[in-house]
């Protein structure tokens, strides 16, 4: 398994502003990713951060309103551009990959605590 | 593209069992969880099939069948505690990319 932190847990913003989200692991792993939940809903896949090339992103999701940087196999941000109030979501930060004996150990993702974000 | 279902809530009392029922339609399979997720929390994994059949975690069961594009979630001697959020997800390509359904929200009451 893998200890994943998130900074910061909460935040309120002002519309137009811009927040950096930070997700730090305890080990070095081969694969992060950044989801969205809003309210009541399920997780959506945001993009994959791809350590030493631009993210991967999912329909829908473009780099310049998500820009991720991952430049180790520890950490990762995603920044929220822009923001209005229809970003205001939990987001959060999960890994993968890790490997070991079983096909499970390859294909479970970890999950950070989350980042709530609020945006007025 | 990738499809998953599974109802959207479900209620049951303290001590019942409950299934929930998840299909799904992948361009691959290598997998399929379930995660837990209470409220404000991040999800926690609770099973994983790759194969047909049942596997059994204590007060928890997951089932599959490749063959339908279905499985289940089986919980017994529900608990107060067990109220949240239930996700099924696939690993269509493998590697640890998910597809995550909409989630069952689960009420358990006394």
């Known amino acids: 398994s893998a200890v994943i932190s998130q900074k910061p847990s909460r935040d309120i913003c002002q519309r137009g502003t811009s927040l950096t989200i930070q997700c730090q692991v305890d080990s070095q792993v081969t694969m992060m990713f950044w989801y969205r939940q809003q309210p009541g809903q399920s997780l959506t896949l945001i993009a994959t951060a791809n350590q030493g090339s631009e993210a991967t992103y999912e329909s829908g999701f473009v780099i310049d309103k998500f820009p991720i940087s991952r430049p180790n196999l520890t950490f990762s941000t995603l920044t929220v551009s822009n923001m209005s109030p229809e970003d205001s979501s939990i987001y959060l930060c999960s890994v993968g990959g890790l490997g070991g004996t079983y096909l499970q150990d390859y294909n479970e993702q970890f999950f950070g605590p989350g980042t709530r974000l609020t945006v007025l | 593209g990738q499809n998953i279902d599974q109802p959207t809530e479900m209620t049951a009392t303290e001590g019942a069992i409950v299934q929930i029922n998840c299909t799904y339609q992948?361009?691959?399979?290598?997998?399929l969880f379930w995660y837990q997720q209470h409220a404000g929390e991040a999800p926690t994994f609770l099973s994983y099939n790759v194969l047909d059949g049942l596997e059994e975690k204590g007060r928890f069961s997951s089932f599959l069948s490749r063959s339908k594009g279905y499985s289940y979630l089986l919980l017994k001697e529900l608990q107060m505690k067990d109220s949240a959020s239930y996700l099924c997800a696939v690993s269509p390509s493998g590697y640890s990319t998910l597809t995550f359904g909409k989630g069952t929200m689960l009420l358990v009451s006394p």
């Open positions: 992948t361009s691959g399979f290598n997998g």
